[in-house]
């Protein structure tokens, strides 16, 4: 029964693993990049690793600057996975670092902010402090179909289900900076994977019809004897 249980959950799950795909999945290590070099016409560039709070190279936003990952068509439906590492560098003055937007979903993920009474990352719902030449993970889990998304900092769940729009319309993902000299804040391994399609009923159906015949050709279930008559 166990192994029966087994082959349902991974029939139930095919239709979305076939369909997800990466979008983006980008590292910013060499060969591809090397350290000083600039990308968007000078306003963001490659550092190098652990002095800067990351294990290996990263992207600089710096002095105002800002990146967008774009897609290459809007998203209203689909499971998406966004995920990114984040670190300042050194400390700095009272400004806003960094923010992130995912656009179209009316949503902002997350601002990091130096104040007077010390350094905050200020989320949707709540705020933690951080530390200065430490790197992060975030991770968003957002459900176009369901209007809701899951966010995460290293692992933890800060945020569960909250409500997005209905028309919603996901399109790109946005790291920018206040047009301040000498501000800094790094970017890392960015992820976008999207899973553009919910099985329909009726393939949910399909699949739970045609699963007696696959249970008993690889011998999960076997045809009971006839009983003799005579």
């Known amino acids: 029964m166990k192994k029966y ?3 349902l959950s991974f029939l139930l799950t095919l239709p979305l693993m076939a369909n997800a795909f990466m979008l983006y999945d980008i590292d910013y290590e060499p060969p591809a990049y090397t350290n000083g070099q600039y990308i968007n016409g000078g306003t963001t560039r490659i550092i190098s690793d652990s002095i800067n709070g990351f294990i290996s190279q990263a992207l600089l936003l710096q002095d105002g600057g800002g990146i967008n990952y774009e897609a290459s068509t809007s998203y209203t439906t689909g499971i ?8 300042v560098p050194v400390e700095q003055q009272a400004q806003e670092l960094i923010s992130c937007n995912l656009v179209g979903t009316g949503t902002p993920m997350f601002t990091a902010e130096m104040t007077s009474a010390g350094q905050s990352i200020t989320y949707p719902g709540g705020s933690i ?3 200065v030449a430490q790197s992060y993970s975030f991770e968003v889990w957002m459900d176009l179909d369901a209007n809701y998304y899951d966010f995460r900092i290293d692992g933890n769940l800060l945020n569960d289900h909250v409500g997005i729009a209905e028309d919603a319309d996901l399109w790109y993902v946005n790291f920018g900076q206040g047009q301040y000299m000498g501000l800094q804040a790094g970017v890392d391994n960015f992820q976008w994977e999207v899973n553009p399609s919910i099985p329909e009923p009726s393939t949910v159906s399909l699949l739970l019809l045609g699963l007696p015949t696959l249970c008993f050709t690889h011998g999960i279930l076997k045809p009971r004897k006839q009983k003799n008559s005579q």
């Open 5 to 7: 249980l087994y082959g």
């Open 80 to 87: 998406h996975r966004i995920s990114w590492d984040f670190a």
């Open 129 to 131: 402090p951080f530390a």
